[in-house]
């Protein structure tokens, strides 16, 4: 079975500064791996995701994670934080096998609040 | 191109009754998959439809039901709903059951009283 940990249910940052949001994954073989945004009152957005290739994955609005098989981790980094990222950000894991299909496995989300 | 729609937005039932949540995929996806997110929590996978058949069950009671018709649609029916049923009801649409990228809905709040 897979699971996902995320460390820290919210984050605090200041307007301009590093975000970083981690997150940590238990899987028998490496999954594929998924970072998603949640703005209130809306569904999930993919913002990046890791199949295979180059372990550093660039996303959209300006985040980007790195794939690291040997911490099992897949943490997530925006160099300048706008007030726009503010949200709720969940790491997800998937089989990386076509049979598995991409069902979802979600970590309990990181609530990220940017202070001007 | 349209998105992933659900109807709809939010409803309010009341305990043992049932539900029913509609989902439209996206134009050119067959693969729909349901997920429960209580608040303050992320989702939780309850199963996927691919080509109208079921395909992969979470760690969900048999209350828990769906259906996807052949424009590739889908609904969630919960029979005997219970108070802990409450929660955000999200769908996602894929094209196909490997690829990677998932769509999701705005989502259903289901509230149980």
């Known amino acids: 079975a897979q699971s996902v940990t995320q460390l820290g249910s919210h984050v605090s940052v200041s307007e301009g500064a590093l975000v970083l949001l981690r997150c940590n994954y238990s899987s028998s073989v490496p999954p594929y791996l998924f970072w998603y945004v949640q703005y209130p009152n809306q569904g999930l957005q993919l913002l990046l995701k890791y199949t295979t290739g180059a372990t550093l994955v660039k996303g959209i609005n300006g985040f980007e994670a790195e794939f690291k098989k040997s911490e099992t981790s897949f943490h997530l980094t925006k160099p300048s934080a706008h007030m726009s990222d503010a949200a709720e950000y969940f790491c997800a894991v998937s089989p990386a096998t076509k049979a598995a299909g991409n069902k979802l496995t979600f970590g309990g989300g990181t609530r990220v609040l940017v202070k001007p | 191109e349209t998105g992933v729609t659900q109807s709809p937005t939010h409803l309010i039932k009341t305990r043992g009754q049932q539900v029913t949540l509609r989902c439209s995929s996206q134009?050119?996806?067959?693969?729909v998959s349901w997920y429960q997110q209580a608040l303050g929590q992320g989702p939780q996978f309850i199963f996927q439809y691919y080509r109208e058949e079921e395909n992969g069950r979470g760690n969900f009671p048999p209350r828990f039901s769906g259906l996807q018709f052949p424009n590739y649609s889908s609904e969630l029916n919960v029979n005997a709903l219970e108070l802990d049923d409450s929660a955000l009801y999200l769908c996602a649409s894929s094209a196909g059951q490997t690829n990677t990228e998932a769509f999701f809905g705005q989502g259903t709040r289901l509230t149980v009283v």
């Open positions: 134009s050119g996806h067959n693969t």
